[in-house]
């Protein structure tokens, strides 16, 4: 089993940062394909970021356009999200994805066999 714990969204306002966390739990994370999704009232879960286990990174999402950057601290068993320039558009909840023993990562949400509970993210116009 691999606990998922994010936390760093909050309100804010157009054009401002956040940086979001995603702890993990478990003894080999640097071996886990982690992810960032999201998803909007009435809107369906799309992907934002992901990292493989090698540290490789899947293309970000569309709408990213060069505002987030994921990254990741196996000795801390922790990846980020540092997302610069939000809009509205970036109002959502916010989730990691973990899946063990995967080199790569994936766009596709049904990839990740663990998730954590979301953080919500406001962002003011």
């Known amino acids: 089993q691999v606990q998922l714990v994010e936390s760093g969204g909050g309100l804010v306002q157009a054009g401002g940062s956040l940086r979001l966390s995603c702890v993990a739990s478990?003894?080999?994370?640097?071996?886990?394909?982690m992810g960032w999704f999201r998803q909007a009232p009435g809107k369906e879960r799309e992907f934002v970021a992901a990292?493989?286990?090698?540290?490789?990174?899947?293309p970000y999402g569309d709408f990213v356009k060069g505002r987030f950057t994921i990254s990741r601290d196996n000795a801390k068993k922790t990846m980020y999200l540092q997302m610069n320039s939000l809009n509205s558009e970036d109002t959502a909840v916010y989730y990691c994805?973990?899946?063990?023993?995967?080199?790569?990562?994936?766009?596709?949400?049904?990839?990740?066999?663990?998730w954590g509970q979301g953080t919500q993210v406001t962002v003011s116009s």
């Open positions: 990292m493989g286990g090698s540290g490789d990174i899947t």
């Open positions: 478990g003894r080999a994370f640097n071996t886990y394909a």
């Open positions: 994805a973990a899946e063990p023993n995967r080199r790569f990562s994936s766009t596709d949400a049904s990839y990740y066999s663990y």
